[in-house]
């Protein structure tokens, strides 16, 4: 398999849960900040110009967070990456759904790239503050679903992946200061070999 990712982008999660996994895979480098994804290479394995990509080794293309997430977790059962009954799984989407399209893509995206969200420069600020409003309020949303919880869903899932590099950016990206369970959370997902490795692979280590 391979991963098409940059640094420090939503692609860690994925990255994070290769690493988990164990199998063979290999690292893609597409660095956002460079416009690599804008290539006519990339655009040919990927047209909608973002990571994560997974490339699997019958060579079919997989994007998007939450459907790269679930193959992964679905095709290693071994792993225990997702739970098995309908309600769990439903939760877990819904979980990985909200952290993906909402606390990321509405608001992280405005907090650190306003310009996307405005043609004129002083709006900028407002833009950020929706976003960081946006960001605010999902880990408040999430904190009592994690309680004391050590993950999630309970036991460690790929809802954890996501949820810790909303953390991290929180932490490494922005003065936003998460929750008490969730700052516990972000800790108790740095000691885990899997992170640590991806980190030092992406140089954030």
Known sequence: MKLFYSPNACSLGIHILLREIGQPFELVKTD????AQHTPEFLAVNPKAKVPVLQRDDGGILTEFPAIAFYLARTNPQMHLLPTDLEGEVRALERLDYMVATIHMRGFTRLLR??????????????????????????????????????????????????????????TR????????????????????????????EGLA
């Open 32 to 35: 956002l900040h460079q416009g």
């Open 114 to 171: 306003p310009s996307l969200f405005s043609t004129t420069p002083g709006d900028e600020d407002k833009v950020r503050q929706v976003g960081r409003d946006i960001v605010l309020q999902g880990f408040a949303n999430l904190a009592p679903l994690l309680g004391d919880n050590p993950y999630i869903m309970g036991d460690f899932s790929v809802v954890d992946c996501a949820l810790f590099y909303l953390e991290f950016w929180a932490r």
């Open 174 to 201: 922005t003065d936003i200061t998460v929750p008490e369970h969730l700052d516990a959370h972000l800790n108790r997902m740095l000691t885990r070999p899997a992170v640590q490795q991806a980190l030092a692979a």
